[in-house]
């Protein structure tokens, strides 16, 4: 039979555009397909923060950040937690990771085009001891252009290709079976949808318009994973983390529904850690929706006072940023899925952030004197506008209208004003000096001893019940789907594997739905910034060797 194109790449997200210009440079023939239209070009990645792990950068050491490749691999361990057997590839995976952030990522990239914000975030910060999870120093690299501007090299460079006729783009084409001759899977089949114009995001339609078949010399399978089916997501929820929350927004689209898994599942693929998930704890509902159920992360400074769902504070280490998966498996025990941000004027001005290009035009739009204007006093546009507008926003004078607000925003009034009084009055003592006992004002002053915290993202120490300071808001946080951390077991020419750990020939995977390689380099955490990096990575990875096979 004859073949179609040398390759076919299912997904055209990061991971996908990453392995198809890579198969396009080495002269390959490639189809690439997506179930959506072609708005949606990028997949998820459009939508990011476009932060990225970067180890001992020049952006770090201008801002006197001490990182080594040594301390980024004590932190990827510790944050890790690798504990099984299957975990042998993800640890391989997560070393040569950790070499390619200290090593070529920036100067690949950069030679792209790639820019970055100069102040360097510092995100999942730990919390608890050297060896354990988090990061050690901030490494969180905000793309200049965020997620469009990491996308758009290698939009750029598959749009070449599909004029030097070496990439056909498929778009509606949404893959049902995977099959193999000679021992090598070698076959795509599935349906074409009907023709949408929905905009980037939005829902599109599963009418089935008629069906296809394709061959090539090798498959590679970079469709995401399971955040936007939410009956996936419960299905594969751990017993570690409690019973799945009732209520869940979506930090993806609906179309990161997880189907193409089990497809490669079903040709011979591997898929282990589907239990290790990526969640976040601090979402809200979206006010100006895009897609179903769609939730913003809150991107936190350390101040704000987190509160599980009846007043009472999350216990040390869980402050805003510091443990993501810690403060899940508190929340799950806590008998209720939200918990509260309770905090001020001041501190929202400074510390807030919403995830997401689309909640942050200045950097999105890469315009400077908009980027200076967060130095001015107010909160950006978009987190005023959540303010304003948001469903999970109370605004008060005073801390017995805020108790009433939050209390109105529950079926049951589980806000109890006397104990929260008692919370915040005893908070607000330990600032009257720049040391005392509470771990959480410690580790305020902490942060402002880093020059990009002081400078943009830690509001000045002082009491949550200062007026000047007002006024008081609480932000109801929701649970919100993100990541899949477990994946199609792959090799680290990201060739997928058998359960009998063999190669299953002709098939490849990278992305999320590898576990971002391996299937599962972060083990049971992030330390953020690793996932367009491991899109990038194992993009790559796939693209190079799926090359080198059909050559």
Known sequence: ??????????????????????????????????????????????????????????????????????????????????????????????????DFAAGEKRSWLHGQGVRFFPVVGWAERGGL????????????????????????????????????????????????????????????????????????????????????????????VTSGGIGGNHELVRKAWPARLGTPPEKLLSGVPAHVDGLMLGIAGAAGGHLINGDRMWHYTEGIENWDPIWAKHGIRILPGPSSLWLDARGKRLPVPLFPGFDTLGTLEHIMTTGHDHTWFVLTQKIIEKEFALSGSEQNPDLTGKSVRDVLRRALPGATAPVEAFKKHGADFVVADSLTELVRGMNAKTPEALIDEAELRREIEARDREMANPFGKDLQVTAIHGARRYLGDKLIRTATPHRLLDPKAGPLI?????????????????????????????????????????????????????????FLGGCLFSGRAAGRAAAKATG
């Open 1 to 98: 039979m004859a073949l179609d194109a040398d390759v076919i790449v299912i997904g055209a997200g990061l991971a996908g555009l990453v392995a198809t210009a890579e198969l396009a440079d080495a002269g390959r023939k490639v189809i690439l397909l997506d179930q959506e239209p072609a708005a949606s070009l990028g997949g998820q990645a459009h939508w990011s923060f476009g932060g990225l792990f970067l180890v001992d950068s020049p952006e770090q050491r201008r801002m006197r950040i001490h990182d080594s490749h040594e301390l980024a691999w004590q932190d990827w361990l510790g944050t890790a937690g690798f504990d099984r057997p299957e975990d042998a590839w993800p640890r391989r995976w997560a070393e040569a990771y950790v």
């Open 129 to 220: 001891l050297a060896s354990g999870p988090g990061n050690s120093v901030p490494r969180f690299h905000i793309t200049w252009g965020t997620g469009p501007g990491l996308v758009e090299p290698f939009v750029r460079r598959v749009r070449a290709a599909v004029a030097r006729g070496l990439v056909e783009l498929r778009f509606r084409h949404r893959v049902t079976g995977l099959a193999a001759s000679a021992g090598a899977v070698d076959t795509v089949t599935g349906e074409v949808l009907v023709p949408s114009t929905v905009a980037r995001g939005e829902g599109s339609s599963r009418e089935v318009a008629g069906s296809f078949e394709l061959r090539a010399q090798a498959v590679i």
């Open 474 to 530: 609480a932000v109801r946080l929701n649970i919100l789907t993100r990541k899949s951390l477990g994946g199609l077991e792959t090799d680290l020419d990201s060739r997928v594997l058998r359960a009998d750990g063999s190669v299953l020939d002709g098939l490849y995977a990278a992305g999320e739905a590898a576990g971002f390689g391996g299937g599962g380099v972060h083990g049971y955490r992030s330390l953020e910034g690793t």
